[in-house]
């Protein structure tokens, strides 16, 4: 039953939380020199890596993310080093295993400040690959990391995974009010919004703009052409259907309250507008940080490559074999954070130009 409600959870209600029972879990038949992986209690996100892991020995250990998924609570201040800290030490960890190594995903490197974890628990932190099916091969090559690893690509099938159920909570009022009061209107709703949530989560990456809300604009004026060429030919004219225009901008504008953010390596649109409103912090998925984009100071580093190994966007290069990490996208950050966290020589900041729309 459990296992029926969290399919149902992760699949049509992702943007609510849902926790899995907090705790150590052995995968397989780990002993004490097995990888220990943490991660979050969003049971989605649990589900997905204990499916991925299979036939590994392995301990998995669940902190509390709130019942959010790893990325959004770092990002939002409720994954840190408090929650991993407080789960090595309920479960007793090290008592279970002999050495000192814990594998986060990378995801969790805006939130949880290794150097914390390893004051407070004597465990090293090892931030592992952005995605869960990634983690045999990571273990396979000794933990280590290819750069396809370390990467959020944001492919096709993540947006297709996305799609469903980032928009079915979106769908459902909507679905609710036309089924209810406007039952002429509602597969005619249905098919809109749902065309509409297909082609812009496809089309997403190839839509010009600097930000999502400009990149709407394009599935608007679709929307709008569509419909008075179907008005100029089985209408009265280019504006026989202005109706669903106004209600295709509306589900548009619905469908894109944060597709930058769900979609893309973009900063997020909500984020930028809780900013603009004065909502500097909702706890769990919106912390307070600074918005530039990432600047390096070379004096001030000492080429430990945890930049390069943890940033999802790629925005870190090792020119050459034992050199430092240079900073070779600056335009791709998108002030995530996670490398000014960990970053030992304080060698990196989030300033100058924005990395927030408008910026
Ligand atoms: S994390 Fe800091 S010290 Fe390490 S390579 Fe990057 S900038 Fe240099
Ligand atoms: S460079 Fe920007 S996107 Fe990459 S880890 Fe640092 S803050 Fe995050």
Request: net charge positive.
């Amino acid at each position: 039953m459990n296992r029926i409600i969290s399919w149902i959870m992760g699949t049509f209600f992702r943007w609510l939380p849902h926790r899995a029972v907090t705790g150590l879990r052995p995968s397989g038949r780990p002993d004490a020199d097995s990888p220990v992986l943490v991660t979050g209690n969003y049971s989605l996100t649990l589900r997905r890596l204990l499916a991925a892991i299979r036939g590994e020995d392995a301990w998995v250990l669940s902190a509390d993310s709130g019942g959010i998924n790893v990325w959004c609570a770092a990002c939002g201040g409720g994954f840190t080093h408090l929650q991993v800290i407080s789960a090595v030490k309920v479960s007793r960890l090290a008592e279970k295993v002999s050495h000192r190594v814990l594998v986060l995903p990378a995801l969790a490197a805006p939130g949880v400040d290794a150097r914390e974890v390893k004051e407070h628990t004597g465990f090293s932190v090892r931030f592992g690959p952005v995605r869960a099916g990634d983690i045999p091969a990571f273990l396979a090559a000794g933990r280590k990391k290819t750069p396809a690893m370390r990467h959020a690509d944001f492919s096709l099938s993540h947006r297709l995974d996305m799609l469903l159920s980032m928009n079915f909570i979106l769908w459902l009022p909507l679905a609710l009010v036309f089924g209810i009061f406007f039952p002429h209107a509602f597969w005619g709703v249905t098919a809109l919004f749902w065309g509409v949530a297909a082609v812009s989560y496809v089309l997403f990456p190839w839509l010009p703009g600097r930000t999502g809300y400009l990149r709407m604009l394009w599935i608007m004026g679709g929307v709008a052409l569509l419909l008075g060429l179907a008005g100029a030919q089985w209408g009265s004219g280019p504006l026989a259907f202005w109706p669903w225009m106004i209600g295709g901008a509306a589900i548009t504008t619905l469908v894109f309250f944060d597709a930058a953010g769900i979609v893309a390596p973009m900063a997020s649109d909500a984020e930028a507008l809780a900013f603009a409103l004065g909502i500097k912090s909702l706890p769990g998925l919106l912390a307070e940080k600074p918005l530039g984009r990432v600047s390096q100071d070379p004096d001030l580093c000492i080429g430990c490559g945890l930049c390069l190994d943890i940033c999802p966007l790629a925005v870190f290069e090792k020119p050459l074999e034992g050199k430092k990490p240079v900073t070779v996208r600056p335009g791709a950050c998108f002030s995530c954070g996670a490398c000014v966290l960990q970053c030992p020589s304080g060698a990196l900041s989030l300033a100058g130009k924005a990395a927030r729309p408008g910026g």
